[in-house]
């Protein structure tokens, strides 16, 4: 008889009794805009309208499962993603500890494969469906020398020079929130933008922070938000795929920190091993042509120092250059004496 043992399957991370759901970790952000789809086409229509001054009549929701099947490309699965009408898609991505470094490219990236979308196969060009690609960040994103303070980004294909613009089908919308945070407005003075950012950046449970509180008690869609957000809270196998979704995510970020270090440290040994090597390289060419100078035979000078027929033959080209240099000196020096 044969007997199997059974693998111990690994259990999953549970979270801890005082973990708290936060808006700006992208699986709980992305959960709350699809928990109830008013929520999400409402932050669409709000954003969409008060940063890039759209007139948005229709707000629908779309798959965010972006590449079809056989599509060979960099993986991508988008946070909430909108049709607009008049016809726009929107994408919206929560970014909360990436590499600030990577948001360009990222963000161009995301915007080229939504315009590549199936649906847009076959279109004419001049019929494409322009595309917004918005990324919320939850840190600073390099500031601007003349600008420091500049919260929002919007960024088009244009002119270097003349900065005309090229197209609209594709545009980069860069929003830092906690920078909106720390323009230290009035609450009456906040866009509908502004109060997003603010909502998403600082809400808890407790309300603890007085303008996300407030936004609760007097704005319908945040009390709806801040209702979703506790049912969420309160479902403990959601509670467990926010905290493994953000250990995850911490762990990645370790990983790549990791990894750059040791790339540091190789790329500093390897530069030590070549700067002795080139250090050596050189004492061996010197060597090489003091025995020249000193009418050593080629068969001794490469069996001394290990340089190579090509190099020899090179070291006396330039010894024999060297000494013409010197007899034109010389024999001008004369000239210019007599």
């Not at 493994?244 to 911490?250: G, T």
Request: glycine share 4%; charged share 30%.
């Amino acid at each position: 008889m044969t007997l199997i043992k059974a693998k111990k399957q690994r259990s999953k991370p549970q979270a801890p009794s005082n973990y708290k759901l936060r808006c700006t970790n992208d699986f709980v952000f992305k959960s709350l805009m699809t928990y109830d789809p008013k929520i999400g086409k409402r932050l669409v229509k709000d954003l969409t309208e008060s940063i890039r001054d759209y007139v948005v009549d229709k707000v629908d929701l779309t798959s965010t499962e972006l590449l079809t099947e056989g599509f060979q490309a960099k993986d991508i699965r988008l946070d909430i993603c909108a049709r607009l009408t008049p016809d726009r898609l929107i994408d919206f991505e929560m970014q909360c500890g990436s590499n600030k470094m990577e948001i360009p490219n990222r963000s161009a990236y995301y915007a080229a494969t939504l315009v590549n979308r199936p649906d847009n196969k076959g279109v004419a060009y001049t019929a494409l469906t322009p595309v917004d690609q918005l990324f919320l960040l939850d840190f600073d994103f390099p500031a601007k020398a003349d600008q420091p303070e500049k919260a929002i980004h919007v960024y088009q294909l244009a002119e270097i020079l003349d900065h005309d613009i090229l197209t609209n089908l594709i545009s980069v919308v860069i929003i830092e929130m906690k920078k909106i945070i720390q323009m230290n407005h009035s609450y009456e003075e906040l866009s509908r933008a502004e109060k997003w950012c603010w909502f998403l950046e600082r809400y808890d449970e407790e309300h603890s922070d007085s303008v996300a509180a407030r936004l609760v008690e007097e704005d319908e869609i945040f009390k709806e938000a801040d209702s979703v957000m506790k049912r969420m809270s309160s479902d403990p196998a959601m509670r467990d795929a926010a905290f493994e979704h953000n250990r995850r995510m911490m762990d990645m970020a370790q990983l790549r920190y990791e990894g750059k270090r040791e790339g540091l440290a190789e790329g500093i040994e390897k530069g030590i091993k070549q700067g002795v090597e080139q250090g050596i390289e050189k004492q061996r060419l010197e060597t090489a042509k003091e025995m020249l100078r000193n009418h050593c035979n080629d068969q001794l000078i490469q069996l001394c120092t290990k340089i190579s027929l090509q190099q020899l033959e090179q070291l006396k080209k330039e010894i024999v250059s060297g000494f013409s240099q010197t007899e034109d000196y010389s024999e001008q020096s004369h000239l210019a004496s007599d």
